[in-house]
């Protein structure tokens, strides 16, 4: 226990006598958070939506298709913008560029009274004019038909006026951020474990600090430990700091418990073990380096740290499904963000055994001397 | 005991000790004792299997082959104790590059669980002035002396050195010699490998000199010298050739050779009887050089190769 003490003092004053590595630990958690913060917790998922009204009498929008104009505004999905009903809308879709526009035609007033009157018999349209190569025009169209779907149902079933808390499929009540800053601790954790592991295990190689140490009574698994909880205490650190910004400049609401703490130092053993892995196969510091970052780099995209696991194609959500990062944001979102504490105490279990596991197969193949 | 009778004055008793990396047989089937308060230097060229050795007797590599015994532990089965019992000075010591001079040894008398002298340590390699600096900036010399301090933490019975000086300069060379035989003079046995003749003729009690593998001979280096090396060279710089059938007189043979007359020097003729006759003649010299037979000749003459120092000591 002493020699662990002791490495782990010598490993925290070099870290802390290493003032670029302390300001990286800093600072990349501090740029990452502040800058997609500040991108995406603003605007949120609002869409721009045109929207031209012909079914005016007299120049005054019908009690339906003004009904249509609020609900869709109450979902606050959208930045609706209203054409004038003179132009022609498609044209003007074209020439501006426009992805996603609604028209409700002249007399859908009286189409819908008819449909209400003969319970469905006959239907009120309304046309959404899209540009299918954008992105966002997809999902306007999936908000909309969500909304007219709702609307409809509501009105077979006889409710007279639609409120906007009955309409909402209005954005969850939680922002970007609240989504990213558990994924960036997930991968912080990731990327210091990984590559602090990899690289001091190479460098020490190469330089001859193993070598020395393999000539003093010191155990290989007392310095392994050493290490490990250097990378939790790392881990800790950038997540400490996250938490810190995310609170102060975005008001973040989210809860800190044990077993957040202890899927963080489970995440940093499980990464720990597989950059002692990647260390065992590579040959020199750099060709570490370069190992680390095609294990990590594909990871954090394709574990969900920064977009949602839905919104990537369905092989990509296969792959996510056996990547340990995955359950680590998961399991740190549905602990600090959601309050799901059944899934977060599963995700924690899993990657304590990935975590053991990896750390154990990465101990017994870390060599400091070859025979 | 197989085949070793262990021997109490023995520090290292080595018996049929090999290593095998596939088709290379790096040591081979080697045999031999260091006697306690001895320095004992292990002379070859690189890859000659010096290294390989050491790092068996040190329990850092697994012999193919023989057994040893290091302070009566044997290398198969009590590495542990061994570890705690030697100091051991590796090639190209390197340790944690933002550690002090003073931190590194506290860390390294933590790991020992020992209780040393700290500043005492510090002086003794004279590393005072350094004692704060990081161990990445210092210069290669006061790494070595750094990594002698740290070998002594546990107050080691013996003490091995891996080239301790390869690499440095003259100065700071003469500086490590003079640290190993301070070691010599506590009584501590010292286990030297070096590339340097001049390193191991210097410091060593005993020398065993190895090639391929193979120790080819083993003795006091001035026994070595006398039995293989040249014999020692009386050399009259820019001279006549008229010296020579002077010299002949006396009935040693002398070569004239580009302006100097060189003189193989044997039992028969002291050095004080060439210069007598020749002070007889009216035959002048400008300088007189007496070259002795080193560990190199006696190297060449055993291996037919040379020891191949690249540095100049």
């Known amino acids: 226990m002493s020699h662990i003490k002791l490495d782990l003092e010598a490993a925290l004053r070099t870290f802390i006598r290493n003032k670029s590595a302390v300001f990286w630990t800093i600072a990349f958690p501090c740029v990452m958070i502040l800058l997609f913060g500040a991108i995406f917790s603003q605007s949120s998922t609002k869409y721009d939506l045109y929207m031209q009204n012909q079914d005016q009498i007299n120049g005054k929008a019908t009690y339906w298709s003004t009904t249509i104009v609020n609900v869709l505004n109450s979902t606050k999905a959208f930045n609706i913008h209203l054409l004038d009903a003179s132009i022609n809308a498609t044209d003007y879709a074209i020439t501006n560029r426009i992805s996603s526009l609604l028209i409700i035609p002249s007399g859908f007033n009286d189409t819908a009274n008819m449909a209400l009157f003969t319970h469905g018999s006959s239907t009120a349209n309304v046309t959404l004019v899209y540009d299918q190569s954008t992105s966002s025009a997809s999902i306007v169209r999936s908000i909309v038909t969500s909304v007219i779907d709702r609307f409809n149902f509501q009105l077979s079933k006889g409710v007279e006026y639609l409120n906007v808390e009955d309409l909402a499929i209005a954005p969850k009540p939680f922002s970007y951020i609240d989504f990213f800053l558990p994924g960036m601790i997930g991968m912080t954790a990731m990327t210091t474990s990984i590559f602090t592991s990899v690289s001091i295990s190479a460098r020490f190689k190469e330089n001859g ?163 | 005991m197989w085949g070793i009778d262990l021997n109490n004055d023995a520090a290292i008793e080595v018996e049929g000790l090999s290593k095998r990396y596939g088709d290379l047989m790096a040591v081979n089937g080697i045999s031999f004792t260091v006697n306690k308060g001895e320095i004992f230097a292990f002379l070859g060229p690189n890859g000659a299997g010096k290294t390989t050795t ?89 790494k070595q002396r750094l990594g002698i301090a740290v070998a002594l933490v546990n107050d080691p019975e013996l003490i091995f050195l891996d080239e301790p000086t390869a690499g440095l300069d003259p100065k700071a060379r003469h500086v490590v010699w003079n640290l190993i035989e301070e070691f010599h003079k506590q009584g501590k046995t010292v286990f030297l490998t070096t590339h340097y003749m001049e390193e191991a003729e210097t410091l060593a009690d005993r020398v065993g000199i190895i090639h391929n593998g193979n120790i080819v001979a083993l003795d006091t280096a001035d026994r070595l010298i006398s039995e293989y090396g040249k014999k020692n060279l009386l050399i009259l710089k820019r001279t006549s050739s008229k010296a020579v059938p002077t010299i002949e007189k006396l009935g040693v043979k002398a070569n004239f050779d580009g302006g100097d007359v060189k003189v193989p020097l044997n039992h028969a003729v002291a050095v004080s009887e060439i210069l007598h006759e020749l002070s007889k003649t009216n035959v002048h010299f400008d300088e007189l050089q007496l070259k002795r037979s080193s560990l190199e000749d006696v190297f060449l003459n055993l291996t037919g190769e040379s020891l191949g120092e690249n540095d100049e000591i």
């Open chain 2, 54 to 142: 050491v790092e068996m007797l040190e329990c850092l590599r697994k012999p193919t082959g023989g057994k040893a015994y290091v302070l009566g532990y044997d290398i198969s089965k009590d590495g542990e104790n061994i570890k705690k019992r030697t100091g051991i000075l590796p090639q190209d010591f390197a340790t944690y590059d933002r550690l002090t001079v003073k931190e590194t040894i506290q860390y390294f008398a933590g790991i020992f669980d020992s209780h040393p002298d700290i500043d005492g340590l510090i002086k003794q390699v004279d590393l005072e002035d350094k004692k704060d600096t990081l161990f990445r900036n210092l210069s290669g010399g006061l």
């Open chain 1, 209 to 371: 600090v193993f070598h020395k140490l393999a000539t003093t009574p010191l155990k290989r698994y007392e310095w392994i430990l050493s290490r490990t909880i250097y990378n939790v205490l790392v881990s800790y650190l950038g997540m400490g700091v996250m938490i810190i910004l995310g609170i102060a400049f975005f008001s973040m609401k989210m809860t800190i418990n044990p077993i957040s703490l202890i899927m963080v130092a489970m995440a940093s053993l499980m990464f720990s073990g597989v950059g002692m892995i990647i260390a065992r196969f590579v040959k020199d510091p750099d060709a570490a380096d370069a190992a680390a970052n095609a294990i990590t780099f594909p990871m954090m995209f394709l574990s969900g740290s920064f977009f949602p696991l839905s919104q990537m194609p369905q092989f990509l959500q296969a792959i996510a499904q056996v990547l340990p990062l995955t359950y680590v944001n998961e399991g740190l979102r549905a602990t600090m963000i959601f309050g799901q504490s059944q899934q977060a105490i599963l995700n924690t279990v899993l990657i304590t055994v990935l975590g053991l596991l990896f750390i154990v197969v990465g101990s017994w193949i870390t060599k400091w001397e070859e025979d």
